[in-house]
C-alpha cells in the first residue's frame, strides 16, 4: 500500500463528517489576523506531512523484516542478490569461497557504470581490465580473515548466504587494499607489485592510474551499499571503512614526509616516528578492519571488545610490517611479488631504524653517504653494513619476542574467542612472502 493511502483515507472521513460546519470554519479563519491564518495552516501542513511520514516509515519497517526465511534473516525477499550458491558449496577452502565472489561484485560494479551512470562501453570495459589487474592477484589474507573471523564468532557452520556476504565484506577490503596500492606504486616509483608491472606502467594507463585509484576507492562503498544496506550494521560498516580510509591516508602521509623533497637527513628516522607510520599506515586497514567487519557483521557493539580487538591488532601489525621491511631487503623478489626499493626509495624502514641505533660515527657516516640514492653499488654497501651490524640476527630475534609476547597477550583475551586472532597469527609467524 502506498505511504499516502492511510493520511488520504482519514482526511477524506474526516471531512465527509465535517461538511456542515464548513461555513463555521471558514468564518473563524478569516476573523483571524494575517499572522494568526499563517500560524494556523503551519499547523495543519505540519499535521498532513507527519502523517505522511509515519505511514511511509511504517511501510519502509514492515518492508525491511521481509526477509527471505530460506537463507537466514539477512536478505531481502524484495530484491535479493544473486550469489554464486552452487559454487560456493562445491569449493574446498575458504580462498576457494572466497574467489567465487569476484567476478559477481566485479559485474556489478561494471552494470552500475552502465546503468547508473550512463558510462560508454570503452570507459566500462577500461574499468574491467582495471579491476582484474588491481583486484584479485594479492595473498587475499585479509579478505579470506573477514571470512574466517565471521565463522569463529558465531561458533557454526554457516549457511550459503552468511558465507556469500562475508565474502563480500572481505572484498571490499581488497578493492581498498588495491586502492591503496595503486596509488602508492606512483608516489613510490614503484616497478613491479604481485609480479607484474605496476598498474600505472603500463603504455596506455600511466596518470590514469590516480583517477583508476580513485575508483577503487568509490566501488568499495558502492559495493557496502548494494549488499549490507538493509542490514543493521550498514552505518557502523561505513563509518569504520571511513575512518580506516582516513587513519591510512594519515601514515601515508606520515610516510612520504618522513624526508624533504630532493635531501636525505638520517636524522630524521626515529622508532618513534617508524611505529606511527606502521600503526596508521598498515595496522589499521591490514589487520584491525577485517576483525571489526567481522565483529559488526555479528552484531557486536560492545566498544569494549573492539578496543581488545585494536590493542592485539597493532602489535600483530607492527610485526607484519617490520617483516615486510626485511623482506623488502632480504626476500627473493620471484617469491615475494615484487623489487624492493626502500633503500633507493629513502624510506623510514625498520632496518635503517636499527642501523642509526647501532652504528658507529664511520659506520653513519657511510650510511648517510649511500642510503636513499638509485645507484646498485650504493645500495649493496648499504646491504654490506645490514650485514655487518647483523640486522638479520636482530630481525630473528625480534620475531620471536614479538611472538611470546602476542601469545601471552591472547591468553588475556576474554571479550571474544581468542581463536580471532590466532587465524592472523598463522598467516604472518615466519612468513616468506
Known amino acids: 500500500m502506498s505511504s499516502l493511502v492511510i493520511p488520504v483515507v482519514v482526511a477524506g472521513v474526516a471531512a465527509a463528517n465535517l461538511t456542515d460546519k464548513l461555513d463555521v470554519f471558514a468564518t473563524f479563519f478569516f476573523d483571524m489576523e494575517i499572522n494568526e491564518q499563517i500560524a494556523f495552516l503551519a499547523l495543519v501542513f505540519a499535521v498532513i506531512f507527519a502523517a505522511v511520514g509515519l505511514s511511509s516509515s511504517s511501510s ?56 547508473n551512470n550512463e558510462m560508454i562501453p570503452e570507459a566500462v570495459s577500461w574499468a574491467q581490465r582495471m579491476m582484474d589487474y588491481t583486484v584479485p592477484g594479492g595473498k587475499l589474507n585479509r579478505g579470506t580473515t573477514v571470512l574466517a573471523v565471521f565463522q569463529t564468532l558465531k561458533g557454526r557452520t554457516l549457511t550459503e548466504l552468511e558465507v556469500a556476504q562475508a565474502c563480500v565484506l572481505g572484498w571490499t577490503i581488497e578493492f581498498l587494499q588495491a586502492f591503496f596500492l595503486v596509488a602508492d606504486d606512483v608516489m613510490d616509483g614503484s616497478k613491479t607489485r604481485r609480479g607484474q608491472p605496476c598498474w600505472y606502467l603500463l603504455e596506455n594507463v600511466k596518470l590514469i592510474s590516480i583517477n583508476d585509484a580513485f575508483l577503487l576507492e568509490s566501488f568499495v562503498f558502492s559495493i557496502l551499499k548494494k549488499h549490507f544496506v538493509h542490514l543493521p550494521c550498514y552505518s557502523r560498516l561505513v563509518d569504520l571503512t571511513l575512518d580506516i580510509v582516513q587513519k591510512t591516508e594519515f601514515g601515508q602521509l606520515l610516510d612520504l614526509t618522513s624526508q624533504e623533497e630532493g635531501t636525505i637527513d638520517l636524522s630524521r628516522f626515529t622508532l618513534e616516528r617508524y611505529k606511527l607510520i606502521v600503526k596508521y599506515k598498515t595496522a589499521f586497514y591490514s589487520f584491525y578492519l577485517s576483525v571489526a567487519m567481522g565483529m559488526n557483521m555479528c552484531g557486536i557493539t560492545d566498544e569494549s571488545a573492539y578496543d581488545v580487538a585494536k590493542e592485539i591488532c597493532m602489535i600483530m601489525g607492527e610485526y607484519f610490517q617490520i617483516q615486510d621491511d626485511y623482506l623488502d631487503c632480504y626476500g627473493d623478489p620471484k617469491h615475494i611479488g615484487k623489487v624492493g626499493t626502500d633503500i633507493q626509495d629513502n624510506k623510514c624502514s625498520w632496518l635503517v631504524v636499527q642501523a642509526l641505533d647501532r652504528c658507529s660515527d664511520s659506520q653513519r657516516k657511510l650510511l648517510e653517504e649511500n642510503y636513499g640514492r638509485w645507484d646498485d653499488k650504493k645500495v649493496e654497501n648499504v646491504k654490506a653494513l645490514y650485514r655487518e651490524l647483523g640486522l638479520e640476527n636482530v630481525f630473528k630475534a625480534y620475531e620471536e619476542e614479538s611472538y611470546v609476547k602476542i601469545q601471552a597477550l591472547l591468553q588475556q583475551v576474554k571479550a571474544m574467542p581468542k581463536e580471532v586472532f590466532e587465524i592472523f597469527l598463522s598467516k604472518i609467524y615466519k612468513r616468506s612472502k
Not at 525491511?64 to 531481502?76: E, F, R, T
Not at 565472489?101 to 557504470?113: K, V
Open 60 to 115: 519502509s519497517k514492515k518492508e525491511a523484516i521481509d526477509v527471505v526465511k530460506d537463507h537466514g534473516s539477512y536478505a531481502l525477499s524484495k530484491k535479493p542478490v544473486a550469489y554464486p550458491y552452487q559454487q560456493i558449496v562445491a569449493a574446498k577452502t575458504d580462498k576457494e569461497k572466497f574467489l567465487c565472489l569476484y567476478p559477481t561484485l566485479r559485474d556489478e560494479m561494471l552494470e552500475h557504470m552502465k546503468q
